[in-house]
């Protein structure tokens, strides 16, 4: 369909917690095309929620296959309609970054395992195991749609926030 902008912080959507979905209908695919378009259009990303494109519902997609990160452990092209983490085991502490934020990276420590339940595009009932690198993109993904950003994550301003170097 379309590659929508990106919402910057500190737009007041970002902050929102963002309604279920409750149809599965033109304008749910509509916005799943949007989101998939963007992610895939910006080249680097990994994920993008709605809330990023000014639509405060609970969709998120997901992609770490094409990343160095994630290439060897994933599920491919993920999107999740009213994500629910069920189970989040062990712990680490990784570097990211986000479209919506774009000058500056920060430490975050997130679960190295989580289980996922979700609604796909045609509004299935799925359950998934991720780990590593695309655990941490479906946590990252999944706080948007609780108006978190990876800021809010970050056990200090002063030394794990990094400005990010611009080419």
Known sequence: MAVREILLYPHPILKEIC?????????????????????????????????????????VVVDVSHSK?????????LVLVNPDILEREGHCISREGCMSVPDYTGNVARAASVVVAFCDRSGERRVIRANGFEAIALQHEIDHLDGLLFLDRVSSLKTDLFRRKHR
């Open 19 to 59: 309604a279920p979905v409750t149809r599965f209908d033109a304008a749910t695919d509509g916005l799943i095309q949007d989101l998939l378009d963007t992610m895939i259009a910006a080249g680097h990303s990994v994920g993008v929620a709605a809330p990023q494109i000014g639509i405060p519902w609970r969709v």
């Open 69 to 77: 990160l994630g290439r060897d452990a994933n599920h491919g092209q």
